[in-house]
């Protein structure tokens, strides 16, 4: 079994064990399951997937939420209003959880690039260094996982609605 194979088997191990832990079987939970799952698979693309679970499972926890929460107050609304809502609430999150991604990943490598610095290595050398492409690539992967998550968890949040018509 091939590495990107075994960390996408953990990663949704570790998915379905704190969503059932969070709330349970619920439909938000399997909506948020679902959505987070299609996050993880977007990030494997670049074979970044651990570096990205937390946030894009965030981000789906977020969405779902929202809905849920929207649904339960107005039970009648549509799932055109209720995927529409679910991508406004997902767009305000999806930028500062893009930032936060991007800020710890260099602040993750900040203590390597003051130690290349310390040995006076000349600036071409730092800014090119496989360190900072790493952290690059970690944080724009991570960061797409997390902005194809909100149109899967608003898309499953609004499948998942059921109108009840008096």
Known sequence: MGPVVAAVITSVIVLAATMYLINGWTK??????????????????????????????????????????LERHKPDISRKALFTAGMNVGRDVMGTMSTTLIL???????????????????????????????????????????????PIAAALSAVTHKVEHK
């Open 104 to 150: 710890a990943f260099f602040g993750g490598s900040l203590g390597v690039w003051l130690l290349d610095y310390a040995y006076d290595l000349p600036y071409l050398q730092l800014i090119n260094s496989n360190a900072v492409g790493i952290e690059i690539m970690k944080g724009f992967s991570a960061s797409f996982g997390v902005i194809f998550t909100v």
């Open 28 to 69: 938000k939970s399997l909506a948020a399951f679902g959505a987070t799952l299609g996050g993880i698979l977007t990030a494997c693309l670049a074979a970044i997937l651990f570096a990205s679970l937390g946030a894009v499972m965030d981000i789906a926890m977020d969405v779902t939420a929202a809905c849920a929460e």
